[in-house]
């Protein structure tokens, strides 16, 4: 019960015990048969005052209730629109995010794709610069060869030259 309650109880009671002396001081001066309908009279009311007073509390206290829960269910809507405006928020930071890591891979991928075809057209650049140059070397080498026996060839024409000049002279 709240302090209210009791309160008014205690209020209520008080009043009864006045009453009730006020009663006692008429028995002595009155005839005993009045005094008693009176005091019937009195605890009536006590009681009719009684259950009036605990209506009064429980309607007071139900409607008070009633006000603490419609407050809780405004505070828990608008606790859940805040925490559904949040969530969209998220989400589309979320969504965002992921268009912007789908965008990245597109260009990663196509920045790979670009050096995949770069490394090919550099892979055949260099066996064709090693065809080339496997082809130039034969080339030199055989030049080269053909050098060694044209100087060879020179080299014994000027020896049999100062040979036979040597010899005819």
Do not use: C, P, W
Request: hydrophobic share 35%; charged share 40%; glycine share 2%.
């Amino acid at each position: 019960m709240s302090i209210e309650h009791e309160s008014s109880i205690v209020k209520v009671r008080e009043q009864a015990s006045s009453d009730m002396s006020n009663i006692r001081a008429e028995m002595e001066e009155s005839k005993y048969l009045a005094i008693e309908d009176r005091e019937k009279q009195l605890n009536a009311a006590h009681s009719e005052e009684m259950k009036r007073v605990v209506l009064d509390n429980e309607t007071r206290f139900k409607e008070e209730r009633e006000l603490a829960l419609k407050n809780l269910q405004k505070e828990i809507d608008a606790n859940y629109q805040i925490l559904v405006k949040e969530n969209k928020k998220r989400s589309a930071k979320l969504e965002t995010d992921l268009d912007e890591n789908r965008m990245e891979k597109e260009i990663t991928e196509k920045k790979l794709e670009a050096a995949e075809a770069s490394l090919k057209a550099s892979e055949s650049k260099i066996m064709q610069l090693n065809d080339d140059l496997s082809k130039q070397k034969a080339l030199f080498e055989e030049e080269l060869h053909q050098m060694k026996i044209d100087s060879g060839v020179q080299l014994r024409q000027q020896t049999d030259a100062l040979k036979a000049k040597i010899g005819s002279s």
